[in-house]
């Protein structure tokens, strides 16, 4: 058989029920412009095929396994699993759906889905398996006591409000065991097919099936399956196929004749059963074709084509389909003036899972792996005119199918577009996708093309391509960047969960910061140096940017001043595990740059999701669908991610210069060499009225003592217990002295740390930032008045500069570790010596008395000279307690 040519339109999709549409009862049916579909779920579909929208949804109470459809009356019956028969009216449906959308909005989605309730149950039996109508009557197939039964039953006329379904007859049957195979599903999953075949005066009377598996036989052919005398009564005949392979015929009116009071049942009489053949497998499909082509229909081929059921000629051949391939025909055969039945058995490649009989003489079936059509018109070879005319009649001794292409599908139905002249199938796929096949009649397949229309196809073809090839392209472009951000995603992802799970220990992501003193452009300027080390298992792609945020405390000395942040951005382009980087990033120089310390220095990690979102994204919605809003991570400007690595603080020890070693003063001359203390008010006016502010280039050359005629510098002291400082640092087995060790702990982070290292220092003088002087001296003192037990070991630090504000920031920074010194010796328990309490609280009130003083002073301005002196005065007796940190 040729390829059969054909077009598919996909028109709606369906959700699947569990398992599967296999697993299921799907069924398709087609009436008019209306499809009626369910998919083996409790849900029925209408679906308007010209409007191609789906009209309404029925819910029914459990599992569908058949519709039918009652075009007349347009009733919809519907069999549940283990529940019964329903009956739905489609009229009822339209003036709901006219309610629902009374407010006139148009919409391509049904107004809801209408549930199917216990009160439109017509036939409640748990038992029944399948049903037909036909006339005027249901008949239903039921399974019980081990025996199937077959009943019929009586619709109501149109005039009766509230009609009862009567049930006319039943009739019982004796199935053999069902076959199964090996591998297969439970053979309870088969149901029983039924179908009518009536005989063309049965069919001219308008006593035609109306069912949509009905169907016309030719007159010799129906008295031959049936029976004369089913044939001169012109009784329809109801065809059984059971899960077991038995093919069985019941004649209607042997049922429904009028028995003598109610229900009767003809079991008991001789039985009106007749077994037309076994096919040893699940029947799946009963239908019927014309295989045989007169004349006379070829000159009147319009007005068959109106008949879906062929005239009064009717079909010829009636076929029977087995689950697993095997397929039976049966056709009338004229033979020397005498119609005999010709039978013959194929087998076709399966599971068949359903089929469908088309206009003439083509079968289309379903497998897993495609939609087939087999064709039983067949004419001899032979060139003898009188042995072709009587081998005519004969089915074809073997079959040969044409694939569709179609893979999948579970329900078939064919329907016939009469205004085309074209016939379509009905498809329903296993993943739910309702579409239509167009079917070329056969005598169209022989049609050529003239060869515009060839060129004129091959350019649309040529065209459809190109298109195809260029959505294809930027399919592929877009797949391959969602690919690319997905994989950028999961790696910032692994290194985010990487920094937040080690929130306590040490990062497997860290940055360490220094500051240093450099020459650039022949200055020397601070620096701060960061290095970035990669101790995990990930690898920082491009993307990634350090960022190094300086915070800037507020001066005290300024009024009006506030905290001022710089951030510095350096992008990553790649660093792999266990590599490192080392950033500079320069924080000021001699001559035009202030530095105000202490800094604050933050260092963390940020990823643009913009990057991995591309640049086409820069809406706030396509943001917020990657992370949500309560995310630690998310940045504050929630357009990526931020993941902090360390924080520290720069302050003025830690960027103190020193051009040359420092000096080795001798210890018996420390003393000698320092200056006699003088007022300090007297020090403060005239640091800030005769000297000026020391030129760049030349203040770090001037001599850090102060010799006769100099102003003398700013000071301030902190003392601390020695035994407080030889616990903490450790200095009970070391060679050098309490004061140098004290004086290499406080520079530990500074440049002066190398050159301190070697010899015995207790004083330093350097350069600050900006080139301005100071000098740090530290020195073994005993604290006489504090306790009774005599003189308490002591190390003064004593912080000197010409500059007020240099002298406040080096008295922070030694504060600063002093007091993370006292914390940490404070936790081992270490509790203070016997102290004088009386002297403690003289100085303490002192104190509170200065303070308050200082804040009369401060708080009624404006301040006069003589206040500004005064005030001075007491800030000085303030820096220098006689107390000692203990």
């Known amino acids: 058989m040729a390829q059969v040519g054909h077009r598919v339109d996909y028109l709606a999709g369906f959700c699947c029920p569990v398992g599967g549409l296999v697993a299921g009862k799907p069924r398709v049916l087609c009436h008019e412009s209306e499809i009626y579909l369910c998919n083996g779920s409790e849900f029925v579909y209408i679906y308007d095929q010209e409007g191609k929208v789906l009209k309404a949804v029925y819910r029914c109470p459990d599992q569908v396994w058949h519709v039918e459809l009652l075009p007349l009356t347009r009733q919809l019956y519907i069999l549940c699993a283990h529940s019964g028969i329903y009956c739905v009216s489609l009229d009822q449906q339209s003036r709901l759906m006219e309610q629902t959308d009374g407010d006139g909005q148009e919409s391509n989605c049904p107004s809801g889905v209408f549930p199917v309730d216990s009160d439109a149950c017509i036939f409640p039996d748990s038992s029944l398996c399948m049903f037909t109508l036909l006339n005027n009557f249901v008949i239903t197939l039921s399974q019980a006591h081990g025996k199937w039964w077959m009943k019929l039953h009586e619709l109501p006329r149109p005039e009766q409000d509230s009609p009862p379904y009567r049930q006319v007859s039943e009739v019982g049957f004796c199935p053999g065991p069902t076959p199964a195979e090996e591998g297969d599903g439970a053979p309870s999953r088969f149901l029983p097919v ?420 591309g640049s086409g994204s820069d809406s706030p919605e396509a943001l917020d669908d990657l992370l949500p809003d309560d995310s630690p991570i998310l940045s504050p400007d929630r357009e990526g991610i931020c993941l902090p690595l360390s924080e520290c603080t720069v302050d003025m020890l830690q960027c103190l210069h020193f051009e040359s070693s420092p000096p080795r003063p001798d210890p018996s001359s420390k003393a000698a060499s320092l200056p006699a203390p003088q007022d300090p008010v007297e020090t403060f006016l005239k640091a800030s009225k005769e000297q000026p502010e020391p030129e760049a280039g030349t203040a770090s050359e001037q001599p850090c003592a102060t010799g006769e005629g100099s102003v003398p510098p700013s000071a301030a002291s902190i003392r601390v217990s020695s035994e407080l400082l030889k616990n903490a640092l450790k200095t009970s087995g070391s060679d050098v002295s309490l004061s140098c060790a004290t004086l290499r702990w406080l520079l530990a982070e500074s440049t002066a740390a190398a050159a301190l290292s070697s010899g015995e220092v207790t004083s330093v003088c350097g350069a600050a930032p900006d080139g301005g002087e100071v000098q740090l001296i530290v020195r073994e003192v005993a604290m006489n008045d504090l306790s009774p037990a005599g003189p308490i070991q002591a190390v003064e630090i004593l912080m000197e500069s010409p500059s007020l504000a240099h002298m406040c920031r080096m008295h922070h920074a030694v504060i600063r570790r002093i007091q993370a010194l006292v914390l940490e010796q404070a936790a081992q328990g270490s509790g203070p010596p016997d102290l004088r309490m009386q002297y403690l609280r003289q100085i303490q009130t002192n104190h509170e008395m200065l303070l308050k003083e200082a804040r009369s002073l401060r708080d009624h301005p404006p301040l006069t000279e003589e206040d500004t002196e005064k005030l001075l005065h007491i800030y000085q007796q303030l820096r220098n307690p006689s107390l000692v940190l203990l």
């Open 194 to 613: 039924l179908c009518c075949a009536s005989s063309p005066g049965t069919a001219g009377s308008g006593e035609g099936p109306w069912c949509s598996g009905g169907f016309v036989l030719e007159e010799p052919l129906f008295s031959l399956l049936f029976g004369i005398d089913a044939a001169m009564l012109e009784s329809p005949m109801i065809l059984c196929g059971f899960p077991d392979g038995q093919l069985c015929s019941v004649p209607l009116k042997a049922l429904s004749s009028p028995p003598a009071d109610g229900c009767h049942d003809v079991s008991g009489q001789d039985p009106p059963v007749k077994i037309l053949h076994h096919l040893e497998e699940p029947i799946v499909f009963i239908g019927a074709l014309r295989t045989e082509r007169r004349a006379v229909e070829e000159e009147e081929e319009d007005d068959a084509e109106d008949d879906p059921l062929f005239g009064d000629a009717g079909c010829d051949c009636v076929v029977a389909v087995g689950h697993y391939g095997k397929m039976v025909a049966v056709k009338a055969d004229q033979r020397d003036e005498t119609t005999v039945p010709e039978l013959r058995e194929y087998y076709l490649r399966g599971p068949i899972l359903c089929a469908a009989c088309g206009s003439g003489s083509r079968m289309y079936y379903s497998t897993h792996s495609d939609i087939s059509a087999v064709d039983l018109d067949w004419v001899s070879e032979s060139s003898d005119p009188e042995d072709t005319e009587s081998c005519g009649g004969v089915l074809p001794p073997v079959l040969s199918p044409a694939s569709l292409s179609i893979c999948s599908v579970v329900a078939l139905s064919l329907s016939s577009r009469a205004s085309e002249g074209e016939s379509e199938l009905l498809a329903l796929s296993a993943k739910g996708r309702l579409m239509t096949c167009g079917l070329c009649s056969p005598d169209d397949a022989d049609v050529e093309l003239t060869p515009a229309e060839a060129g004129r196809r091959i350019k649309a073809l040529l065209s459809g391509i190109g298109n195809t090839s260029e959505r294809v392209s930027f399919l592929k472009k877009a797949v391959d960047q969602k690919n690319r951000a997905l994989a950028s995603l999961n790696q910032v992802m692994n290194v985010s969960a990487a920094l937040l799970s080690s929130q306590e220990g040490q990062k497997p992501i860290a940055c360490t910061v220094t500051a240093n003193w450099s020459c650039l452009l022949l200055r020397d300027t601070v620096t701060i140096s960061c290095l970035l080390e990669n101790c995990s298992e990930y690898s920082l792609e491009q993307g990634w940017t350090l960022c190094v945020q300086l915070l800037a405390s507020p001066c005290a000395l300024e009024e009006e001043s506030v905290d001022s942040a710089t951030t510095f951005t350096f992008p990553i382009d790649q660093l792999l595990p266990g590599t490192k980087r080392e950033l500079t990033l320069p924080l000021s120089s001699a001559t035009d740059t202030k530095l105000d310390l202490p800094l604050t220095i933050s260092c963390a990690l940020y990823y643009s999701l913009r990057d991995i979102l």
